[in-house]
C-alpha cells in the first residue's frame, strides 16, 4: 500500500506523483493522485492500496520519486539496491565445510549449483569453507550463534569464548592446493584464525583494531571494487545497503609475511578516535593456494547472497 505521510496544518494543492528510475537512468511513471484534503490530526493518508512497481530486473541502484506540483520543497527520492540472488556457476561446485556458522550454512543452501558436505580428509572439494567454530563452543550452539554471545544469567560472570581455529586436516587440503573461504565474523574466531594463518606463512598478524567506541560519531568499513563484490556497491563506505552491525565489525591489522605476496585487502575497517586500519575482507596464499578472509558481519540478504556467490565464483574460477 501506498501512504503519505504529513505534518499537521500541511498546504495542498496540485496532484502527488510517484517515480522510478531504474540503473540505466530511465525513468518510469508510476502513478499520480489529486493531493488528499487534511484532516485536522491526521497525519497518514492512504493513496493506492495493493501497489506494485514494474520488475526490477537489474542489478543495481533503483530511485523512487516522490513529487508534489504544489509543494517541491516536500519532494523525496529513496534509493534500493537491487543485488541478483541466484546467479549462474560455470559449472558444478563441490564445497566442504568445516566449523561455520548455521546462519553461513543456510545461505549455502540458498544458492543454486552447489553441492555442500561437511569436510572429510581424503574427499575431493573445488572449494573448503570454513569458519573457525570449535566443536562446544559458544558459537557451535544455536543460541547467540550470529553474535557470539549467550544470553547472560542474572549475575553470571560472561563466559568466555574460544578462539577459532581450523583443523589441520583442513590445512593440509588448503596446502595441496584446495582453496579457502574463511568467514570469520566474530573477534574471537577472527583472532585465532588469523594467527593460525600467520603462523602457516599467509601474513604477519599485529591484532584486531577494536571495538567501534563511539556509534554516534562513526564506525567504518569501506569497500573498494572487486570481482567479490561484483554487482554490489562498491568505491565506497558501506552503507543503508548493506545494513553491516557496527558492534559486530571488525579489522585484522596485516602485513606481508617474509617470502609471501602482499596480501591483497578489499574491504577495510577502521574506527573513531583511531588512524588503524584493519582488512576486513582480503586475499592472501597458503604456499600457492588462494585463500579469502572475511572478518565482517553479515550484509543484508540479498546482497549477502550475492556476496557469497562472486566470492565462491572467485575462488574456483581464478
Known amino acids: ?64 520519486r516522490f513529487t508534489s506540483e504544489g509543494i517541491p520543497s516536500s519532494n523525496f527520492e529513496r534509493e534500493i539496491w537491487v543485488a541478483d540472488t541466484k546467479p549462474d556457476f560455470a559449472r558444478p561446485i563441490h564445497i566442504g565445510v568445516s566449523g561455520i556458522l548455521a546462519s553461513t550454512r543456510r545461505q549455502l543452501a540458498a544458492l543454486p549449483g552447489l553441492t555442500v558436505s561437511d569436510f572429510s580428509a581424503g574427499q575431493k572439494y573445488d572449494l573448503v569453507i570454513a569458519g573457525g567454530v570449535v566443536k562446544g563452543s559458544i558459537l557451535d550452539r544455536p543460541i547467540g550463534e550470529e553474535t557470539g554471545l549467550e544470553p547472560p544469567r542474572k549475575g553470571a560472570p560472561p563466559e568466555p569464548q574460544t578462539p577459532g581455529h581450523i583443523p589441520d586436516e583442513v590445512i593440509t587440503v588448503i596446502k595441496s592446493g584446495t582453496p579457502l573461504l574463511a568467514i570469520i565474523p566474530d573477534d574471537s574466531l577472527a583472532d ?27 564506525c567504518w568499513l569501506f569497500v573498494r571494487e572487486h570481482a567479490t563484490f561484483a554487482g554490489l556497491p562498491a568505491n565506497r563506505v558501506l552503507g543503508i545497503h548493506y545494513q553491516a552491525h557496527g558492534k559486530q565489525s571488525n579489522g585484522l591489522l596485516i602485513e606481508r609475511a617474509a617470502g609471501a605476496s602482499d596480501p591483497e585487502v578489499i574491504m577495510t575497517y577502521s574506527r573513531d578516535h583511531s588512524r588503524a586500519l584493519g582488512a576486513a575482507s582480503f586475499f592472501c596464499r597458503l604456499g600457492n593456494t588462494p585463500v579469502l578472509v572475511h572478518r565482517a558481519p553479515a550484509f543484508s540478504a540479498p546482497l549477502q547472497l550475492r556476496w557469497l556467490a562472486n566470492a565462491i565464483s572467485h575462488l574456483t574460477n581464478p
Not at 484532516?39 to 493506492?48: E, G, H, K, P, R
Not at 585465532?192 to 571495538?211: M, N, R
Open 1 to 64: 500500500d501506498l501512504y503519505l505521510l504529513t505534518s499537521s496544518g500541511w498546504p495542498v494543492a496540485g496532484n502527488l506523483r510517484f517515480s522510478m528510475i531504474d540503473p540505466q537512468n530511465n525513468t518510469v511513471e508510476l502513478g499520480s493522485w489529486p493531493a488528499p484534503a487534511p484532516v485536522d490530526d491526521q497525519f497518514s493518508y492512504t493513496l493506492q492500496t495493493a501497489f506494485a512497481t514494474p520488475p526490477l530486473t537489474r542489478e543495481g541502484i533503483y530511485k523512487f
Open 192 to 218: 585465532g584464525v588469523a594467527a593460525q594463518l600467520a603462523a602457516a606463512g599467509c601474513f604477519t598478524y599485529h591484532g584486531q583494531v577494536g571495538d567501534l567506541r563511539a556509534p554516534w560519531m562513526g
